[in-house]
């Protein structure tokens, strides 16, 4: 069983900036992209963003050019414990949510693609 743990979230004064980390505890046989969601209470969780060796790197509408997705080549490379960043700047209070890391991809050369996700960390910005 793998796990994500997500770290660096955090309170943040509006106009702030956070990073977020997020790490596996083992190799994947393969990934296909790693991604950022984020969820408030009583809404459904939304894409941030993504990175994958064959979409390249993606992005929300309602983050793009204040966020950054980063890897530790972790989708091109055979990462023993994959890793991805989410560089948070010039944040709103509307970007207040918990966040979460998730893996597309298969965890042993005969599982299924699975998506697997992390606990989450809270990120609230206070205007």
């Known amino acids: 069983q793998v796990q994500l743990v997500e770290s660096g979230g955090g309170s943040v004064q509006s106009g702030g900036s956070l990073r977020l980390s997020c790490i596996a505890s083992?190799?994947?046989?393969?990934?296909?992209?790693m991604a950022w969601y984020r969820q408030v209470p009583d809404k459904q969780r939304e894409f941030v963003a993504s990175m994958s060796e064959l979409e390249g790197v993606s992005y929300s509408e309602a983050i793009k050019g204040r966020f950054t997705i980063s890897g530790d080549d972790a989708i091109l490379g055979n990462s023993a414990k994959p890793t991805v960043h989410l560089q948070m700047n010039s944040l709103k209070p509307e970007d207040t949510a918990t966040y979460y890391c998730?893996?597309?991809?298969?965890?042993?050369?005969?599982?299924?693609?699975?998506?697997?996700w992390g606990k989450g960390t809270l990120v609230t910005v206070s205007s």
């Open positions: 998730n893996v597309d991809g298969w965890i042993t050369e005969t599982a299924g693609r699975m998506h697997y």
């Open positions: 083992k190799r994947f046989f393969s990934i296909r992209s």
